[in-house]
């Protein structure tokens, strides 16, 4: 479990420090609009600050909102920075208090335009957990929808809603073709209330300048595929263990594993092709022969025969870092499956040749790697793998792992 927590705290690592991807856009200041390129993080929840560039071969700036009044990604969204009472209250059931009525805060924010008109809407989201929605109509202050969840006395952790906003929807905002019954089913999230103020501004004949677009990835569409030749050489230890037949427990040393195999490579259609998903499968064998002393043979010899063979099918996520569109640097994680070959065995003889016994259908458990390496010309790869230890059945060992593997990318 340890070893899978590093692994994803790893590439949690260089999720975040990917490079970046900068889209068209703008921002005010001063009431001076000025267009730019702002970096893309997709927006899922308010930020405090910004990373723009006025040009592709301009530096990285930073913005805030305490000097932006407004920024957005041309097309997309538009995000307001206003003063103004807020209520953060977590709404988790271990968090909730008794208290029914919201614990405003002034605050300066980010507030996501979702609907520009007579009557705004606006979202503010952090995390999963805080998310609150706003109206303002025409020039008037930006205001709250009071929404709150809290624990009602004496009632065994029982929660109570306060829904005030609904009341407020219906005496100040309600046009003639909408109900009490239509303000009643509304839920406190995005898609209800968007559509509720849509409704009304249509209602009062308002122009609807502007509906926030969500940034939707069409994954079918941009996703990216490679296929490639692979070939290598795998380094391992194999130890024969057996508890009840202690004669023919043997260190079969250090041994060579060849491989042959394909790789197909799905590249995520974001962050210019930094990550991917990945398959492998190789074909890859082992054949040992020992002659080994042993006092308590007849001859005093014992011969191993060791044959092993596996359809190694790996499963895995791989980062890029891009030192030029030709030389990229990669790092792999893998979840292996590993289907072993009838014939493999292990055969255990005198110095005579007489038998000893030994090992046939053998079975191997999942493993895992950790890979780096390197690709050139955007055309041939070299890479090191790192396996963990794996049981071949119940009477075989294999370890110390590690696997150079050669490609070369067909298209």
Do not use: H
């Not at 260089?14 to 703008?26: E, P, V």
């Not at 705004?120 to 805080?130: A, C, P, S, V, W």
């Not at 042959?260 to 190789?282: I, N, R, T």
């Amino acid at each position: 479990m340890t070893y899978k927590i590093s692994i994803l705290l790893l590439f949690s690592f260089f999720f975040t420090s990917a490079q970046k991807d900068f889209k068209s856009g703008y921002f005010i200041a001063d009431g001076i609009k000025t267009d730019c390129l702002i970096e893309n993080k997709f927006w899922n929840s308010s930020p405090d600050e910004f990373v723009y560039k006025l040009d592709k071969d301009s530096p990285t700036k930073t913005r805030n909102k305490f000097n932006t009044s407004e920024f957005g990604l041309n097309g997309y969204f538009k995000f307001i920075s206003a003063d103004l009472d807020i209520d953060e209250s977590k709404w988790e059931t271990d968090n909730l208090d008794y208290n029914r009525e919201p614990e405003f805060e002034k605050k300066r924010v980010f507030l996501r335009l979702i609907i520009d008109s007579e009557v705004k809407f606006y979202n503010y989201t952090r995390g999963k957990n805080i998310k609150r929605y706003f109206y303002q109509i025409g020039n008037s202050d930006i205001e709250q929808l009071v929404y709150k969840k809290y624990l009602i006395r004496d009632k065994n952790k029982q929660i109570g809603e306060n829904d005030a906003y609904k009341q407020w929807l219906f005496n100040n905002l309600k046009c003639e073709d909408q109900s009490l019954n239509d303000v009643e089913k509304l839920k406190y999230n995005e898609t209800s209330l968007k559509k509720y103020f849509i409704e009304y501004n249509e209602c009062i004949g308002a122009e609807i300048k502007f509906i926030d677009k969500k940034q939707k990835v069409d994954f079918l569409k941009y996703l990216d595929f490679s296929f490639s030749l692979k070939g290598g050489v795998e380094f391992g230890s194999t130890k024969v263990v057996n508890a009840l037949r202690e004669n023919l427990n043997t260190d079969l040393g250090s041994s060579e594993a060849f491989r042959y195999g394909v790789e197909a490579e799905f590249y995520l259609p974001f962050l210019k092709k930094q990550f991917s998903f990945y398959s492998d499968p190789s074909y890859r064998s082992i054949s040992i022969s020992l002659s080994i002393p042993d006092e308590r043979l007849t001859g005093n010899l014992k011969n191993v025969n060791y044959n092993y063979s596996s359809f190694e099918i790996p499963l895995g996520i791989r980062y890029y870092y891009y030192f030029n569109e030709a030389t990229q640097l990669f790092l792999n994680y893998a979840y292996v499956f590993d289907n072993v070959g009838d014939d493999s065995s292990v055969e255990f003889s005198r110095a005579d040749g007489t038998s000893l016994g030994g090992f046939s259908n053998l079975k191997t458990n999942e493993s895992q790697y950790f890979g780096v390496g390197l690709r050139a010309f955007d055309r041939f790869s070299g890479e090191l793998r790192f396996y963990t230890n794996k049981d071949i059945g119940p009477n075989i060992e294999y370890s110390n792992s590690i696997t150079l593997v050669v490609g070369y990318k067909v298209f």
